[in-house]
């Protein structure tokens, strides 16, 4: 039997374990969240408003408490660490403020006599698959939505946040979510697997690889379970030659090292029109190497480590090879000597298509320039990729911003500005970065079922 374990990334040390549960009481958890659905579902709109209001509440009131265990799972620095707290509070509290207006029926314009309306209602219980990168954060995008529009969940975290999920599950007690609503579960692969085949879950929703999304949306699609999966990205970051320059350099910096690069959102790849190259390129390497990685608790640090030694190496291994095969490196490179997953922030230029750096996400501070002679030469190189999720275009032409944000194979495009969430805009992307769409009414509906009901 598989455990979860807490392993602070500063020092190497396990700080908790949990074992997984057995199959038994697997079994028992899902009967418990198909139980408290059949309450849930018929429980009063207000009361499910007043549940997330106090959700939210608590998550300002326990802000620190919350956080340090962000810090401590995942290395996340503590001031980042208390703004992912304040987003989730901001999550909840925008289901609550919405969720009458989500749940109210829509008039059909119909032809003929009598009426028809389209009534948004739950499905069931539904099983949530989610990351380490921000422990609170997806689970609340996954949770918010559906908690207030009547579906009960069972989340599997994963191994290395173990007391973050354990934190999440209280608070929601804590705000008076009845029992079996919200169901932490500490269960391997295997069962995520069996829980998703079980007839009375009705839907999945994982945010990690793309590896783990197709075995998920593969066990879903063979037992007709709708799926949501938000996967990977290596997002296009691109800076024309109208450019505010200065501007465009700081964003790129914060961009691609904030949560320590370890986000699927985060600018991976910076394509810079050739007359602004290097002027860009010399400001962002100096920003770039401003982030010095430090001890995530203090108040001052803005990168701390990655979350594993295992996230470490894999980045490194992909920074080696592409050195070996002829990449320029403009800055850090190499994984420091000494205790602790830190990687120092690192940019290089001259990766090519065999290098397996141009085309796989670097989940970590390392950034790729390439340099561009046209806008039609950006966008051939952003779409060049599995991932279509979120990139970024600088330019103070407004014309030129619609062209590219319209040409980009992506879900998101932010103009003038790096990706940012927020509970009223809609999260997601296309190709290999997943199916589906979390936040917003995009979210909320997801998961529901658009009965159509008609009166002659």
Known sequence: MGVYTTIDPVTGEENAQYPEISDAELDALIGHSTAAYRSWRTTPLERRRIVLTRAAEIHREQADELAKLLTLEMGKPIAQARGEVQLVASIYQYYADHVEEYMADEPLDITGSGTAVVRTEPIGPLVGVMPWNYPYYQVARFAAPNIALGNTIIVKHARNCPQSALAIERVLTEAGLPAGVYRNAFISSVQVANAVADPRVQGVSLTGSEKAGSAVGEVAGRHMKKCVLELGGSDPFIV???????????????????????????????????????????????????????????????????????????????????????????????????????YPPTVLAGVTREMRAFSEELFGPVAVVHRVGSIDEAIDLANDSQFGLSPSVFTSDPDKADRIAEELETGMVWINGISKSSPDLPFGGVKGSGVGRELARYGFNEFANKKLVRNP
């Not at 002027?279 to 430090?294: H, L």
């Not at 050195?323 to 490179?333: M, N, P």
Request: proline share 5%; aromatic share 6%.
């Open 240 to 342: 024309l030659d109208d450019a505010d320059v200065d501007a465009a350099a700081a964003a790129a910096v914060v961009g691609r090292l904030g949560n320590g690069g370890q986000a699927c959102t985060a600018s991976k790849r910076f394509l810079v029109d050739e007359r602004v190259y290097e002027e860009f390129v010399g400001k962002f390497v100096d920003g770039m190497a401003g982030w010095q990685p430090g001890d995530p608790t203090s108040p001052d640090t803005k990168l701390g480590p990655m979350a594993s030694n295992a996230g470490v190496e894999e980045l490194d291994e992909l920074v080696q090879e592409a050195i070996s095969r002829g990449a320029d490196v403009l800055l850090g490179g190499h994984r420091p000597d000494g205790v602790g997953a830190y």
